[in-house]
T-cell receptor, first 112, second 115 residues
Framework: KQEVTQIPAALSVPEGENLVLNCSFT??????LQWFRQDPGKGLTSLLL?????REQTSGRLNASLDKSSGRSTLYIAASQPGDSATYLC???????????FGTGTRLKVLA | GAVVSQHPSRVICKSGTSVKIECRSL??????MFWYRQFPKQSLMLMAT?????????EQGVEKDKFLINHASLTLSTLTVTSAHPEDSSFYIC???????????FGEGSRLTVL
């Protein structure tokens, strides 16, 4: 059974700092991995999708990497801004299933 | 990215009544949609998978008669909370994925409060 864990659970950083969020999964047979952000009381916004054959994806100040063999993904945020404050979730689609398993999330607060 | 719209965003109802939440894929067809429930400061809990033209697949512990799901077209799925009770108060979110990439897109969520 796929399990997805995110560390740290919460993070508070000063504006401008580069930071890394971690996502671990127990079953490496995945179809893809996706990173989302969620603002309070809102739905989830897709940030980056990494297919199982890819090692990383970039969008603006965001870079996500994927290491299937070790069951890890990282989301790198460069030059963080107060507007980046949100909860970040990773989700894994395991091969042969249709279910996306979500991590527990990392609550990020960027201080001005 | 693709757009998924959810309505209503907020609903307040009396105990014992039923509430319907709609989830629409606006610019793509979705044979499968997913319904989640989210408690405060917790991650998403998958309730059921909605399949166009067939019965929904419910997760263990989710009452089928309580949470009725209908997926009548390739762009619309509905979740009806029947005979709502205060413990049903929660944030409900739907999602759909693109068939080619598997990328998942979410609706804005619906906050249900049962008095």
């Amino acid at each position: 059974k796929q399990e997805v864990t995110q560390i740290p659970a919460a993070l508070s950083v000063p504006e401008g700092e580069n930071l890394v969020l971690n996502c671990s999964f127990t079953d490496s047979a995945i179809y893809n991995l996706q990173w989302f952000r969620q603002d309070p009381g809102k739905g989830l916004t897709s940030l980056l999708l990494i297919q199982s054959s890819q090692r990383e994806q970039t969008s603006g100040r965001l870079n996500a990497s994927l290491d299937k063999s070790s069951g890890r993904s990282t989301l790198y945020i460069a030059a963080s801004q107060p507007g980046d404050s949100a909860t970040y979730l990773c989700a894994v689609l395991t091969s042969g299933t249709y279910k996306y398993i979500f991590g527990t999330g990392t609550r990020l607060k960027v201080l001005a | 990215g693709a757009v998924v719209s959810q309505h209503p965003s907020r609903v307040i109802c009396k105990s014992g009544t039923s509430v319907k939440i709609e989830c629409r894929s606006l610019d793509f067809q979705a044979t499968t949609m997913f319904w989640y429930r989210q408690f405060p400061k917790q991650s998403l809990m998958l309730m059921a998978t909605s399949n166009e033209g067939s019965k929904a697949t419910y997760e263990q512990g989710v009452e089928k008669d309580k949470f009725l799901i209908n997926h009548a077209s390739l762009t619309l799925s509905t979740l009806t909370v029947t005979s709502a009770h205060p413990e049903d108060s929660s944030f409900y979110i739907c999602s759909a994925n693109l068939a080619d990439t598997g990328e998942l897109f979410f609706g804005e969520g619906s906050r249900l409060t049962v008095l």
